[in-house]
């Protein structure tokens, strides 16, 4: 039965293998692609072809990985699992959310009341919307200036003392600066309202009711929010599918439908934007995930694509979700090559 179900998968997408093998090499050798629509899936597929070169590095970093040489140029399948890098963003900001919807958050509260030193600092009037949306307007400097700030420290405390001491770069709401920062703040203000940790507050609240038993946020001191989780394709679907059915999963509600339009809105519209991703363009953003298409209301097209190369997106209009799922630190065209395979598969997800 599962055979058939697969081979029917193949037949109804052979575009969408063809790109897939196509391509494999150069976004690092290994990939895996899910799609589900009307609640199941109708494609998981996987490419391996790594290069001896793509092999030798691997191999080369596999210490630093906590990896043997052999298991850091294992296949990739559906059950692999692997750091995410950006991809978490769409996982903390619907942990968020589940805040607002038990009426313990607003997206309007300003972040002073809970975290007084950014107060002291002149930063307490930012509110948690911005916080989501990258709106800050604090200076964090480049991705890695702003995810050293958090490794480095030895607790959440530490993290917020030196946000507050960075400099600001405009009025908050009014400047689009895309960092670790706003969502390590989120990060902390939850944790202070409900005196939990964040990976216990993720595991409670979205991984256990989305069945994603294999994703977390790494064994470190501090939870990088923004980018510090490790997933799999099986399981980042499972998220995916909850967002897609309106925060529903299996019959649960796991954030309110309400939610989740309010997260696919772009609130970044005559923001002045001080860094951007080279390879986002000129694409808007609403809480915690890229606007890829704007629609009346809410988003049509929706992605959180992460540093290493893994690529989420929901498509509204054509009632569907996708996961590419890889390991490729080479960023060079990699935008187009998302729009070029979300395009073949819209053509072949219609047909």
């Given at each position: 039965?599962?055979?058939?179900?697969?081979s029917?998968?193949?037949?109804?997408?052979?575009?969408?293998?063809?790109?897939?093998?196509?391509?494999v090499?150069s976004?690092?050798?290994?990939?895996?692609?899910?799609?589900?629509?009307d609640?199941?899936?109708?494609?998981?597929?996987?490419?391996?072809?790594?290069?001896?070169?793509?092999?030798?590095?691997?191999?080369?970093?596999?210490?630093?990985?906590?990896?043997?040489?052999?298991?850091?140029?294992?296949?990739?399948?559906?059950?692999?699992r692997?750091?995410?890098?950006?991809?978490?963003?769409?996982?903390?900001a619907?942990?968020?959310?589940?805040?607002?919807?038990?009426?313990?958050?607003?997206?309007?509260?300003?972040?002073?009341?809970?975290?007084?030193?950014?107060?002291k600092?002149?930063?307490?009037?930012?509110?948690?919307?911005?916080?989501?949306?990258?709106?800050?307007?604090?200076?964090?400097?480049?991705?890695?200036?702003?995810?050293?700030?958090?490794?480095e420290?030895?607790?959440?405390?530490?993290?917020?003392?030196?946000?507050?001491?960075?400099?600001?770069?405009?009025?908050?709401?009014h400047?689009?600066?895309?960092?670790s920062?706003?969502?390590?703040?989120?990060?902390?203000?939850?944790?202070?309202?409900?005196g939990?940790?964040?990976?216990?507050?993720?595991?409670?609240?979205?991984?256990?009711?989305?069945g994603?038993?294999?994703?977390?946020?790494?064994?470190?001191?501090?939870?990088?929010?923004?980018?510090?989780?490790?997933?799999?394709?099986?399981?980042?679907?499972?998220?995916?599918?909850?967002?897609?059915?309106?925060?529903n999963?299996?019959?649960?509600?796991?954030?309110?439908?309400?939610?989740?339009?309010?997260?696919?809105?772009?609130?970044?519209?005559?923001?002045?934007?001080?860094?951007?991703?080279?390879?986002?363009?000129?694409?808007?953003?609403?809480?915690?995930?890229?606007i890829?298409?704007?629609?009346?209301?809410?988003?049509?097209?929706?992605?959180?694509?992460?540093?290493?190369g893994?690529?989420?997106?929901?498509?509204?209009?054509?009632?569907?979700?996708?996961?590419?799922?890889?390991?490729?630190?080479?960023?060079?065209?990699?935008?187009?090559?998302?729009?070029?395979?979300?395009?073949?598969?819209?053509?072949?997800?219609?047909?």
């Amino acid at each position: 039965m599962l055979f058939l179900q697969f081979s029917f998968g193949q037949k109804t997408f052979p575009k969408t293998t063809e790109w897939l093998k196509n391509n494999v090499r150069s976004m690092g050798g290994r990939a895996v692609l899910v799609i589900l629509k009307d609640g199941r899936i109708v494609y998981n597929h996987s490419e391996n072809n790594l290069s001896n070169i793509q092999k030798a590095g691997l191999k080369y970093f596999a210490k630093r990985q906590r990896k043997s040489r052999d298991e850091a140029v294992n296949d990739f399948t559906f059950t692999t699992r692997e750091p995410i890098a950006s991809c978490s963003k769409w996982l903390s900001a619907a942990l968020i959310m589940t805040f607002v919807d038990d009426g313990k958050l607003n997206l309007e509260d300003t972040v002073g009341k809970f975290l007084p030193v950014l107060s002291k600092h002149e930063k307490g009037n930012i509110t948690l919307k911005d916080c989501l949306a990258h709106l800050t307007a604090i200076d964090g400097g480049n991705l890695k200036e702003s995810r050293q700030l958090i490794s480095e420290s030895q607790n959440m405390d530490q993290v917020i003392n030196g946000i507050a001491l960075l400099q600001m770069e405009g009025k908050p709401g009014h400047v689009f600066h895309y960092s670790s920062i706003g969502l390590q703040i989120a990060a902390a203000v939850i944790e202070k309202i409900s005196g939990q940790d964040f990976k216990t507050l993720f595991n409670q609240r979205i991984a256990v009711p989305c069945g994603m038993k294999n994703t977390d946020f790494g064994e470190g001191k501090i939870p990088l929010a923004a980018g510090g989780a490790i997933s799999t394709p099986e399981d980042y679907i499972h998220f995916l599918q909850m967002i897609l059915q309106d925060g529903n999963y299996n019959g649960k509600q796991v954030i309110s439908k309400e939610s989740i339009i309010k997260m696919e809105q772009d609130y970044t519209k005559g923001a002045r934007v001080a860094f951007t991703p080279d390879e986002s363009g000129t694409l808007d953003y609403g809480l915690g995930e890229w606007i890829l298409e704007n629609g009346n209301g809410r988003a049509n097209v929706v992605s959180s694509p992460g540093l290493f190369g893994s690529f989420p997106w929901i498509n509204n209009k054509l009632n569907y979700a996708g996961f590419l799922f890889v390991l490729n630190i080479n960023q060079k065209g990699r935008e187009e090559k998302y729009e070029e395979l979300q395009k073949i598969i819209n053509v072949e997800i219609a047909n």
